[in-house]
Structure formats: C-alpha cells, structure tokens
C-alpha cells in the first residue's frame, strides 16, 4: 500500500484546509483510515480516522467540530477538511492505513503511511 498526501499550505488562522491522503497498491486489507499530525521535538498525536465504509468516525478533542474526516472509495482517497484553523494546529499531517489491531489512536496500530503535508497557520 502506498499513500500519497497531499493540500498543506500556509493559512491565516480562522481560515480552512482540506488535505488529500490517496491510496494505491493492495487496498483492499484496510479497513482504517487515520490522520496524524507532529510538530518538532513531540510524538506524533492522533487527529482523526474513519472506517472503510465511512460509518464511524474518530476524533481527537482538540480538533473535533473543526475537522472531518470523508473518504471517496472510488477515488481511493481520503480527505481532512480543516477549518476553523488555529496557530497551534501547525503541524505536519500523515495520513495512516490501519493494519487490522490495536487502538485507532495510537501510531503503532497503522502499518502504511504517507510521507506527511506540512500545514502553517499563522496568527
């Protein structure tokens, strides 16, 4: 499986992103689709991840009611619109597929990643 992602940029706070994770490869073995973000000096931290079907969607606190995350299966895509952004929000975003166990929260529990979109927001 390989992931490609893709929509950081630099936004004034208050303002909206929406992040690109495409899919390719053997995708057929995920069944979860998680964002991540991490900014230098600290561990990656959880944002967000859905179910294949698009049925159950996860959420960090600090992010919930500001981003959603969707899927497009017939694209092989999954998206993060952001909006709402904040300073502290600045990160670099991976997009993650979930390799079948372990908490949806965690980064041990995702096997493929992407190579990471940096988001700049400034105040």
């Known amino acids: 499986v390989q992931l490609q992602a893709s929509g950081g940029g630099l936004v004034q706070a208050g303002g909206s992103l929406r992040l690109s994770c495409a899919a390719s490869g053997s995708i057929f073995s995920i069944n979860v689709m998680g964002w991540f973000r991490q900014t230098p000096g600290k561990e990656r931290e959880f944002v967000a991840a859905?179910?294949?079907?698009?049925?159950?969607?996860f959420y960090a606190n600090s992010v919930k009611g500001r981003f959603t995350i969707s899927r497009d299966n017939a694209k092989n895509t999954v998206y993060l619109q952001m909006n709402s952004l904040k300073p502290e929000d600045t990160a670099q975003y991976y997009c993650?597929?979930?390799?079948?166990?372990?908490?949806?929260?965690?980064?041990?529990?995702?096997?493929?990643w992407g190579q990471g979109t940096l988001v700049t927001v400034s105040s």
């Open positions: 859905l179910t294949r079907n698009g049925a159950s969607t």
């Open positions: 993650a597929a979930h390799g079948g166990g372990g908490s949806l929260l965690t980064t041990s529990a995702y096997t493929y």
